[in-house]
């Protein structure tokens, strides 16, 4: 199907898009000054902008047979109203009711059902609409592609009709990594330079590891230690500050600069956490991960005095140690080779004299550092820096998509699965039309009058 | 449409990878650029990427007009300001600050961005529905979100955690940064929800109610929502001694339909016969509320004993309603045959196919029944038919 969905600058249309051509177009559409334009060419004009926008993938043959006149509404009911009067209030005297006050029959008039601008309501139903609404594409077309491409299931079942209209209670769901994708800033030259300069890096990585498993082991084991015993206090300002720079929610601060940080974070505690007892650390929950980066730069938060804190700092180990023996032992069981076991040896050792070490100790933390560093684990674990993804590392919402974001009531949605749900058909309130639609009253009417004179 | 390579700042980052002799000699759009570069090059009126020409391409002045909005008024919306909506609509007061707005669509006042559900909120509802045992009619009377939404909400936590379980990867980033650009409703443990989400007891407007009827009454008549309802479905007035009845105790009139949604009058005959519209008080999705405020307007002093039939009252509906499903499950259940061989992994469901007016319709050739019938083409290989499905069952 050729994409006939372009954004002009010359004859603007609006389109379901986020691009920031379509934002321009959406803030000076205009529909021709209707003093000069007969009738006919009004609703011309009016079908035609509104089309763009609406359902511009459907054909004009297949939308004219979904096109209803009739319109679904709903008046919301105060339950205490209900049971003052069973109606015969309202229906007294003449039939209007006995009192009627003039503001009473303003605020009537006022909130009248905008049932005009639920005209293209049937399209709402449609899939592709339907994830373009629950923002997990920046364009209809985009989200029909996702359909098309086999990205979505429908109630778990891969669903690859973008024209497959929902039911009410039709769960629906697209592979997070499309949406990231599909809402994320894009790569730019920079991060496309970075993964290049990634990729060379792990080939000379994979030739020296080449070389180096010729080598001895015993170097490895001397390196490990030389590593441990960099100062944990050091380490562990570096920690802070850098995450703290990361956190830090100040405009000042360049995206290009806090990405420095993150990176050079991420690297730290990789490099503090490879000194572990556990070799699955690196991959563990983000709970062990935080426990275990505290333990081993003996950070404690310092609600404590100092006279309290050695003793239960011993006890704290103490307390650490059979949780952590189980898994070292499954791990020894696992490793055959001798000289990882000499390697995690000679770092328990380190460790074990670390902590006799009374400078280490007075390594104190305050809640909110202790915080903040969590806080830095926790982003840098969901948010990583990923040069195989194909959207800017670490993830961030695209250009001008703020502008566009609106989730309208009938789709419940989950972001963090994206899944959604569609509960029911759009419908009209008084005063508030559910169909996001960038027109104006009078273009709903027209179109609504071009589609009726066919009926 | 494709932006053309005619802007600078594009054709500028194309230039690394092209030689400067390819450059010069290639007859492409690609002005010959100063060697600094700045954003302000995008303003700058353009010249014709012809070299002898003096006619200036079409668009560009369109294009210069665009990067001025973008740059200028439009720059704001570039980035979102999180807790804050970022619309066309909102705009800056005296001191500089943005004002958010639900306005989104700058010419659609009938649109509002309206405000979802937050994490804690969400968690609240699956909580409460989950773990503590709460009826979902329950829990949406006292969060003030819809039924279905409380439902949904259900079936999108499981599934969240479904995921995680299986260390299926998820959006957080994505999540948290919509979280930020969309108003939200939130929970909090100590104080509760602030403003209630959406109105519960949102009524449909019935087709029948959209003509409108002259309807003659005489004044010393007390013309109610029952009647009103019976005039519109064209259904005789009610007798005098039901009207009493539905007097002295409107609840009770209420319950016997929302307990038991068969027992609505029916009036017409054949195709033409359709149930009475029932009034308001019915059709909305918390009948029992208008019961709890008439109890409250009766009997305003006697705080807890209202509170006791309210509680009496929604434990009665949900048991009528438990029971009803328990009874359309079983009798599904006696209508189907379940066969599962030893050694397959499926399930065979087996349902006797009733042949009568109502499946295969008067002159026994409807299109929709079930199986091959005598005189009766079936149009699925036929072009043109629609095969996309209509249904997904879960």
């Not at chain 1, 334009?37 to 035609?48: C, G, I, L, V, Y």
């Not at chain 1, 030389?226 to 100062?231: A, P, R, W, Y």
Request: glycine share 4%.
């Amino acid at each position: 199907m050729r994409n006939r969905a372009t954004t002009k600058l010359n004859k603007p249309k609006v389109r379901q898009s986020w691009s920031k051509w379509n934002l321009y177009n959406l803030q000076r559409f205009k529909l021709p000054f209707a003093v000069y334009r007969t009738h006919f060419q009004q609703k011309w004009d009016a079908k035609s902008a509104a089309r763009a926008y609406h359902g511009e993938q459907v054909s004009e043959k297949q939308w004219t047979g979904m096109f209803s006149p009739r319109i679904r509404s709903v008046m919301p009911m105060d339950a205490r109203k209900l049971a003052q009067d069973d109606g015969s209030l309202k229906s007294a005297g003449r039939g209007s009711g006995l009192f009627k006050t003039e503001e009473d029959a303003l605020k009537e008039e006022q909130k009248q059902i905008p049932y005009s601008q639920m005209t293209f309501a049937p399209l709402e139903r449609r899939l592709d609409v339907a994830i373009f609404r629950a923002m997990f594409a920046s364009s209809a077309r985009q989200a029909r592609q996702f359909v098309i491409h086999g990205a979505v299931t429908v109630n778990g079942k891969p669903m690859r009709h973008p024209s497959y209209l929902l039911n009410p209670g039709d769960l629906f769901q697209v592979e997070p990594e499309r949406v990231m994708y599909a809402t994320g800033a894009p790569k730019d030259k920079v991060d496309r330079r970075e993964i290049r300069l990634a990729n060379k890096e792990a080939e000379e990585a994979k030739e020296k590891e080449a070389e180096a498993a010729e080598e001895a082991e015993g170097e490895a084991a001397e390196e490990a230690k030389e590593n441990s015993v960099e100062n944990p206090r050091k380490t562990l300002k570096l920690l802070l500050s850098q995450a703290k720079e990361i956190m830090s929610t100040d405009k000042k601060t360049l995206p290009a600069k806090r990405k420095q940080e993150l990176r050079g974070f991420q690297k730290a505690v990789r490099r503090v956490l490879s000194r572990s007892e556990s070799s699955t650390i690196l991959t563990d929950s983000l709970e062990s991960q935080f426990s275990q980066l505290t333990l081993l730069l003996r950070a404690r938060e310092a609600d404590k005095k100092n006279k309290d804190m050695e003793e239960t700092q011993e006890k704290g180990e103490e307390a650490e140690k059979p949780k952590s023996k189980p898994e070292s032992s499954a791990d020894d069981a696992e490793a055959t080779e001798t000289g990882q076991q000499q390697l995690r040896d000679n770092l328990s050792e380190a460790f074990a004299m670390a902590t006799q070490n009374k400078e280490v100790d007075m390594s104190e933390l305050t809640r909110d550092e202790v915080q903040v560093l969590k806080r830095a684990l926790v982003q840098m674990r969901d948010n990583p820096i990923d040069h195989s993804k194909p959207y800017a590392t670490p993830w961030r919402p695209r250009d001008y998509m703020s502008a566009f974001a609106t989730i309208p009531r009938y789709l419940e949605v989950n972001h963090n699965i994206c899944a959604a749900v569609y509960l029911r058909h759009p419908v009209a309130r008084p005063g508030y039309s559910e169909v996001p639609s960038p027109f104006s009253d009078s273009v709903g009417t027209m179109a609504f009058t071009w589609y009726l004179r066919r009926r | 449409m494709a932006p053309r390579i005619q802007n600078q700042v594009v054709s500028n980052s194309l230039l690394p990878y092209l030689s400067p002799s390819s450059t010069t000699s290639s007859s492409t759009c690609l002005p010959r650029l100063p060697s600094t570069s700045s954003p302000s090059l995008a303003y700058r009126p353009r010249q014709s990427c012809r070299s002898l020409s003096s006619t200036v391409a079409p668009q560009t002045r369109r294009r210069e007009e665009m990067f001025g909005w973008l740059h200028g008024p439009g720059a704001r919306l570039k980035n979102h300001v999180p807790g804050q909506t970022n619309y066309l609509t909102s705009f800056k007061d005296k001191d500089g600050n943005l004002l958010s707005s639900t306005k989104i669509f700058p010419q659609n006042l009938m649109y509002r961005s309206e405000s979802i559900l937050s994490e804690d909120l969400r968690n609240e509802i699956y909580d409460r529905v989950v773990r503590q045992k709460r009826s979902v009619r329950a829990v949406s009377v006292e969060l003030q979100v819809d039924m279905r939404r409380v439902a949904a909400v259900v079936r999108l936590v499981e599934l969240e955690n479904r995921m995680k379980e299986q260390d299926k990867p998820l959006a957080l980033p994505y999540a948290r940064a919509i979280h930020e650009m969309v108003p939200t409703s939130n929970y909090n443990k100590e104080y509760g929800s602030g403003r209630p989400h959406e109105g519960i007891n949102d009524l449909p407007v019935h087709r029948l109610t959209n003509p409108q009827i002259f309807y003659p009454v005489s004044e010393s008549r007390q013309f109610n929502r029952v009647d009103a309802g019976r005039v519109f479905s064209a259904a005789p007035a009610l007798e005098t001694s039901q009207v009493e009845e539905n007097a002295a105790d409107p609840y009770a009139s209420v319950a016997r339909i929302t307990q038991n949604p068969g027992s609505i009058e029916t009036v017409g005959k054949g195709d033409d016969e359709q149930q009475v519209l029932q009034p308001s008080d019915m059709r909305i999705p918390h009948p029992h509320l208008v019961a709890k405020e008439r109890q409250n307007i009766i009997n305003p002093n006697e705080f807890h004993k209202n509170r006791e039939i309210y509680n009496e009252r929604l434990a009665a509906e949900e048991n009528a309603t438990q029971e009803r499903k328990l009874k359309a499950e079983k009798r599904r259940e006696k209508q189907m045959l379940r066969v599962q061989p030893a050694d397959s992994r499926f399930e065979f469901r087996i349902k006797d196919v009733v042949v009568s007016k109502e499946t295969t319709g008067k002159d026994g050739r409807g299109a929709r029944a079930p199986g091959r019938r005598y005189g009766v083409p079936s149009y699925d290989r036929k072009r043109g038919q629609v095969k996309i499905p209509t249904r997904v069952v879960v």
